[in-house]
């Protein structure tokens, strides 16, 4: 059963590869401050996604509205120390 | 005794045994909340945000991690923080506003029960089974594999530490279900952080502070060049590359994770209500901000103070002998031991949960056969046990399999991606089917294994987070297409389960902003 998976494994490669090797080739030569970049936006669109979240949907459950309770600022206030690491780092 | 690292002193047992004995009086005191099936699995949604996100995060840290994330630390550097910073944030916050909304909603107290009411029942039993038999393997591997650690690191031997785990935990976990694992998880999350920072200060103090690390460590050579860059190149040997980080961790395995991870999901499923889950979801991210500092930091302190070492596993348990003194060092073996019982645990209350309602439930409803809740009480305490036992026995078997480890973390990897993909179409798109999800969790599942298989496809010798990512693709492409050449779900089978039909739902908005008071 192993020796099965194997050699289909390695013909999946055989065919695969050809397509695999040139976007290898390309994300290999992608700046790592572009990469770092492109986290730092992964954060940062999350916390404006959130940030659109409707109030009624957000505070679903809460026993009042007050503005400590609204979750869209909770996410802000997580998801900014995470923009700065990346950024750093 | 032969093997030992550190050893340690009678106010370092005085302190073991006196958290021990206290989390097993606390986590028992529980069991007289607990009167039907509904306060063992999900504690009688009574749970509040703070003990949630408490929860979410030691479940999620072993002791395992401790070792082997400081050791991964040594060897790789910061790179290896990726694995609860970007593997934890932005996954926490679509779980929160997306995915634990509609699990609350829809009163479940499984995952495969929700894509049982969203699709069908052998997408459900598929799911609990491969979720069931993962769940109990897991439980095995954390009793051996830190009886391991605790058999190199004290010289105890391996069935002390197995047994004086499983019974501890077994007997409150019987006992008190979800309530008494989330309230003493609390109480080990607050040892894991206190012992974990008295090590974290120590070290720094010995390797002098930030600057003191990067000049030790930066003078090693070049080899160590990126020990403090959290990003590594495409083409990188380590197996840690960028792409596969932000695509197969952070994308996939991550959103599966704390979405789809029955052990992380049923603590919010177990919320008073469902702000409490939301917001429990995302002051586990908060806390979760932490936990690269407290292990994988000390790991690379280690690297500064002892250089050269042959197994980077040993980096922790040397740093412990040489930094803490007598009391701190038990605390430290303390917070070992919290993570072990924290994972262990929730775990053992999952797995239970899973085995009693989608897998024993389904096969009483085939033969229409209605359990009381008592019935439903009793067989998930009994299962509860027998699962703790079984692994118990199970977990030297693990030894002879050296790789074993590895192998369910390529596990995990292979079938995280396609589950989530049918969970994520089931909540997002109403047009997903029943056919298009069985679908795409068979031949997503298959094509991970034949990735898996596929050596040289992929630029690193672990390819686990490529793999990921590719099934899940797949299996979204295979969900999609079979969706659309079978006939669409009734709307009121998937109404208030589908995100965008809630949100057009004006009847539906109505009630909402009614109860918020907007």
Known sequence: MAAWFQGFGNAVTTLLKPAFSPLDTWLASIPMSWARGTAALFFAATAIWACTLKREYVFQGAPDTKRWRDLRLWAIVVLIPYVIIYLHF | MPGEIAGLAIIDYVIIMTYMVGVLIIGTY???????????FIAGKS??????????????????????GAGAAYKYGLAQANFDWIGSMPAMVFAAFIFVPYYWRAGVFTIPEFLGK?????????????????????????????????????????????????????????????????????????????GASALLALSFWTAGGWHGIQERVLA????????????????????????????????????????????????????????????????????KLFIPVLVMIPGIAALALYPGLKEADTALPLLIKNVLPPGLTGLMFAAFFAALMSSVD??????????????????????????????????????????????????????????????????????????????????????????????????????ALTLNNAKGLFPSDSPFLFVAWWSFVFSLIVTV?????????????????????????????????ERVGG
């Not at chain 2, 529980?30 to 063992?40: C, E, I, T």
């Not at chain 2, 840690?240 to 049923?266: D, E, K, M, R, S």
Request: hydrophobic share 50%; with cysteine; aromatic share 12%.
């Open chain 2, 220 to 287: 090693l050579g070049g080899e160590f060049q990126n020990h403090f860059t959290l990003y590594l190149p495409h083409d990188t040997p380590t197996p840690y590359p960028w792409t596969g980080i932000v695509f197969g961790l952070g994308i996939v395995l991550a959103t599966a994770y704390f979405c789809g991870n029955q052990a992380v999901v049923q603590r919010v499923l177990g919320a008073r209500s469902e702000w409490d889950a939301k917001g429990g979801m995302l002051f586990g991210g908060l806390l």
């Open chain 2, 47 to 68: 749970l509040p945000f703070w003990a949630i996100g408490m929860s979410i995060v030691v479940t999620d840290i072993g002791a395992i991690d401790f070792v082997s």
């Open chain 2, 481 to 513: 297409v079979v969706s659309l050449l079978t006939p669409a779900e009734l709307p009121e089978k998937i109404r208030g389960l589908v995100y965008s039909q809630v949100l057009r739902d004006d009847e539906l908005q109505q009630v909402l902003k």
């Open chain 2, 118 to 194: 969203r699709y069908n029942t052998a997408v459900q039993m598929i799911a609990a089974t491969i979720w069931g038999i993962f769940l109990v393997t897991m439980l095995g591997v954390m009793l051996w594999t830190t009886a391991v650690m605790m058999n190199t690191v004290l010289g105890w031997n391996h069935q002390t530490t197995i047994w004086l785990t499983a019974g501890i935990v077994g007997i409150y976990t019987v006992s008190g279900g979800l309530a008494a694992v989330v309230m003493t998880d609390v109480i080990q999350l607050v040892v894991m952080y206190v």
């Open chain 2, 30 to 40: 529980y069991g007289k909340y607990v009167k039907s099936a509904g306060d063992l």
């Open chain 2, 346 to 447: 929730s775990y053992l209350n999952s797995a239970s949960t899973l085995w009693t309602q989608d897998i024993y439930g389904r096969i009483l409803a085939w033969m229409n056969r209605e359990p009381s809740m008592k019935h439903t009480l009793v067989t998930g305490r009994i299962v509860t046990a027998a699962m703790i036992l079984i692994a118990g026995l199970f977990a030297p078997i693990i030894d002879r399999f050296e790789t074993i480890y590895v192998a369910i973390q390529t596990m995990l990897s292979m079938f995280q991606g396609p589950t989530f993909a049918i969970l994520l179409l089931g909540i997002l798109w109403k047009r997903a089917t029943r056919w298009g999800a069985l679908a795409g969790l068979i031949l997503g599942v298959g094509s």
